[in-house]
């Protein structure tokens, strides 16, 4: 398979909580960029963190990127239930393949 | 700023039916991209424009999917016959010129499809 594999495939924490999610690929990349789908809906961008980078923070959101040993992971800390979506890794070269997802539920 | 339109947003079918999925993308996007997601998993790329010349389509099942840019604006992606393996949304989206995966993408809501 061409995607990247995420972990948890499922992750179920209480508001206020910190959510660490993992994605690990196979192949170098340019980028490694993060999406989020809400139930229903199309992917949404949240970051982008370059081949070069080894953090990277916006908001609520934290980033990392190891290549060396091709995995990234995503923390969005302080969880709001509005945060609850499926979020996806894309390993991105000419094109973009993404992951196999992780499902955030957070309770409110 | 429009997003990426498609249309339509529900289809049903029976399998072998045939059916037509299209997608106008963000203005002056020149990268255009269909991908296929199956309940529960992430999205698989089927055929990636640029302009109007395919870059990629390894992953286009071509006995049966076709997909075109004409003008290198609008796109359609069709299915004929269906299968019931085909149940899935039909994501398009767009990309700006520039460097090869240097941007983010802009994704549609989405086309539902389920063959019965």
């Known amino acids: 398979s061409q995607q990247g594999e995420e972990d948890p495939q499922a992750l179920s924490i209480q508001e206020g909580e910190n959510a660490t999610m993992n994605c690990s690929y196979k192949?170098?990349?340019?980028?490694l960029q993060w999406y989020r789908q809400n139930s229903g809906r199309g992917l949404v961008h949240l970051i982008l963190i370059r081949s070069n980078e080894r953090e990277k923070h916006s908001g609520r959101l934290r980033v990392t990127l190891d290549t060396s040993k091709k995995s990234s992971s995503l923390l969005i800390t302080a969880s709001r239930a509005a945060d609850t979506a499926s979020y996806f890794c894309a390993m991105v070269t000419y094109k973009y393949i993404f992951g196999t997802g992780t499902r955030l539920k957070v309770l409110a | 700023e429009a997003g990426v339109a498609q249309s339509p947003r529900y289809k049903i079918i029976e399998k072998r039916q045939s059916v037509a999925f299209w997608c106008n993308p963000i203005s002056g996007h020149a990268t255009l991209y269909w991908y296929q997601q199956i309940l529960g998993q992430g999205p698989k790329l089927l055929i990636q424009?640029?302009?109007?010349?395919?870059?990629?389509d390894s992953q286009l099942p071509k006995d049966r999917f076709s997909a075109e840019r004409l003008k290198g604006v609008d796109s359609t992606l069709k299915i004929q016959p269906a299968k019931l393996e085909d149940s899935a949304v039909y994501l398009c989206a767009s990309s700006p010129p520039g460097e090869g995966g240097s941007d983010t993408i802009y994704f549609g809501e989405g086309s539902w499809l389920t063959v019965v």
């Open positions: 192949t170098s990349i340019n980028n």
């Open positions: 424009f640029q302009n109007n010349g395919v870059v990629d």
